[in-house]
């Protein structure tokens, strides 16, 4: 296994951050790790890599423990923290030099490992600049960069889209998928697309506990959401539509087409067959859709008095 964690607890005085949570990650895996704001995330992948300690349990980097050989373990993990740190002054590969460094590398090896990881991140064009002069976008090539120089076997990607503008988003997408070949990464983020469209497999944490792991297909399954799309013949008077059931939330997605949405496991589709029955509505479609990871997220992580 390349990650492993076993009943990881971690407390901020009385407050437990994280609570006793476990999962693996395999070799070459790309998984997500999903959660609202203050779930864990950010505290689980800082003891992953070392920053901090754990109140009490074990992570294990390759079969390294964090807390026994950190050092070993700094050797085998990329990090790119949430809030980028770059030295903003210095030129994008002055700074790769500089940071290639602390890992040991000979100057051979270095200059060989900077000019790849500048080609790899797209960074050609750049590396004459000063970080400080280039977008956010860039920034984050930059920190991946140099999470890569010293080829990691596990990366550790902490918000690595946060607060880039859509385009800027599909590009790091993109360079995520290129550079992970042959390593195994968990990253967290917000934006459900990028987990469907990157990862294997996916954790979510919600109040320091895990609540869901499996593949995207699994979880999309599993969500005790229901969702299923109508089409009428003619308009439908909304406030009649929205009379069918308080707990359904119903919304039109054009024309005569709308979507329903059901929070619980029950099927609601021999139930709404007997509202437009008894309404006397021209019903010309109905299906069951799967459910995005938008949905997953949210029946997940809903509060209690949601």
Known sequence: MSIIVEKLTKLYGIQKAVDSISFEIKENEIV??????????????????????????????????????????????????????????????????????????????????????????????????????????????????????????????????????PNQIQEVRDLIKSVSKGKTVLFSTHIMQEVEAVCDRAIVINKGQIVADGSISELQKNTSQQVIEIEFSSKVPDALLHSFKESVLIKNIGGHRYQLKASDQEDIRPEFMHFVTEHSLNLIGISEVQCSMEDVFASLTRPEDA
């Open 32 to 165: 997500g790790f999903l959660g609202p704001n203050g779930a864990g995330k950010s505290t689980t992948m800082k003891i992953a890599t070392t920053y901090i300690n754990p109140s009490c349990g074990s992570v294990w980097i390759n079969n390294i423990n964090v807390e026994e050989n950190p050092l070993e373990v700094q050797k085998s993990i990329g990090y790119l923290p949430e809030h980028n740190p770059l030295y903003l002054d210095m030129y994008v590969h002055e700074y790769l030099h500089f940071s290639g460094r602390f890992y040991g590398l000979t100057k051979s090896k270095l200059k060989k490992r900077t000019s790849e990881v500048i080609e790899m991140c797209q960074l050609g064009l750049e590396q004459n600049k000063q970080i400080g002069q280039l977008s956010k976008g860039f920034r984050q090539r930059v920190g991946l960069a140099q999470a890569l120089l010293h080829d990691p076997s596990v990366l550790i990607l902490d918000e690595p889209t946060t607060g880039l503008d």
